[in-house]
Structures are given as C-alpha cells and as structure tokens.
C-alpha cells in the first residue's frame, strides 16, 4: 500500500508572509504525524524562502517518521544536507523566481553533476531519490546514476484539461513507473496532487509513496492538519484496496 508523505513547506511560507514566528512548520510536522503521516517532506531552498536552517534541524530532532528532504544540487545545501542526515534527500530542480518547483530535474544533462551528489548521500547512508518527469530516459538515467528512488513529477496529469490528456498523462505515469522497477528503483509521485484528483493515481500499481503538500495545508485551514492528513491518506489507501 502506498504510504502518505506530508509536504509542510506552505506552513512556512504563511509564517514567513508575516515575518513573524508562527505557524511553526516543525508544530505543523507533529500534528501531522498525529493524523497518520507516514513521512514529513521539507524543502530547504538556497534562498530560504519558508524554510529555514532552524527548522531543518528541529525536523531531523523531532519528526520520528520518514523525513525527507528536497534540495537543489547547491554545494552549500548538499554540505547541510550530509550534516543533517535525513532519512531521504530527493534531489529537485530549482529556480529562484518559482513559485514552486516547476518540472523535474534532468538528470540527462545534468548527469556530471549530479552523480557526485548522490554519491556523497549515499555514503552518508541517506536514501536519495530523483524529482523527475515520467520520461522512461530519465528513469533508466537516475538507475546509472545510483538512485535508490525516483519521484515521478504528476503535474501534467493534475493539470490536464481533457479526458484525452487525463488519459494520455495516466498511460505515461504507468510506463515510467514499470521502467523503474525494471530498473530496481523505488517509484514515488507528486506535485499537484489534491482531493480531487488524486484517486486514478494512487490506483496505479508501483507507485509506493506520494507526497503531497499544498493541498493538504489548505484543507487544513478549515478541519485541521490531523483531518487533513486522515482525509488524504484514506483516499489513497481505498484505491490500494479495490
């Protein structure tokens, strides 16, 4: 069954609108724990936009579920990442002026830099996964580049506009997903991903984990983030069991 990772980014992001201290992303990660998360999922950007170095490090010594950790391949963030040793480091591309992480990382081109990387985490014992778009050259590519997982980029299908692109995005999930574990890989998915869309997904065979961030923090305003996250993880779990 495929497991429910909480993104709590978006908690940070309102606290850092007003510049003030709360809501607290690491309170946001307890309480999230508490509805049933299977992993807490942070993004620490080069820039710090939401969150930050205090935060990171009161994840790593609070959260006692699965915590992972998005990063850009900076020098200075993989230096904090091997200090901090998360469970899991998935490697995404990042652009300052985004407003969230827009496609996957090509490990294709980038293959020269991000091999090193990987093979630093590695040797820190981290799991390390690969935020990329569900195009089979970019799976077999993190495969040879050591990967231990990849994080299948679900945007297209979350923003389709017709049954025929719902369909066509779904068939390509499906072939990426079976190339990677051809590839010996672990085959997770995310972005974009809501209430509402989330069941054709978590219906495909292979998919082990989502993680899922703005869509749970903006249920949250209105039932509370345990809800939330009892909510998201009942959807995903009915489609595993019909």
């Known amino acids: 069954m495929a497991k429910l990772g909480v993104n709590i980014d978006h908690v940070a992001t309102v606290r850092q609108a007003r510049g003030t201290n709360e809501p607290d992303p690491v309170w946001a990660a307890a309480e999230a724990q508490l509805g049933g998360a299977d992993g807490i999922t942070f993004h620490l950007r080069e820039d710090r936009r939401h969150i930050n170095d205090r935060d990171a490090l009161l994840l790593k010594a609070t959260v006692t579920c699965k915590l992972n950790m998005e990063m850009a391949i900076d020098k200075e963030i993989v230096e904090i990442a091997l200090g901090l040793a998360p469970d899991q480091c998935t490697l995404v591309p990042e652009h300052r002026q985004e407003l969230t992480t827009e496609g996957g990382l090509d490990v294709v081109r980038l293959a020269r830099r991000v091999g090193p990387v990987v093979k630093k985490l590695r040797s820190k014992g981290i799991e390390v996964s690969a935020f990329i778009e569900p195009i089979p050259a970019q ?83 209105f039932v509370g983030l345990r809800e939330a996250v009892r909510e998201m993880k009942a959807l995903v779990s009915r489609q595993q069991h019909e």
Request: aromatic share 8%.
């Open 139 to 221: 799976v077999r590519a993190a495969a040879d580049l050591g990967f231990h997982a990849v994080e299948l980029w679900t945007s297209e299908y979350a923003h389709a506009r017709t049954p025929k692109e719902t369909q066509a995005a779904l068939f390509r999930l499906t072939e990426t997903i079976d190339t990677g574990i051809d590839a010996g890989l672990i085959v997770h998915g995310g972005h974009g991903l809501t209430y509402t869309n989330i069941a054709p997904v978590a219906a495909i065979e292979g998919f082990t984990e989502f993680n899922i961030g703005h869509s749970i923090i903006a249920r949250a305003v």
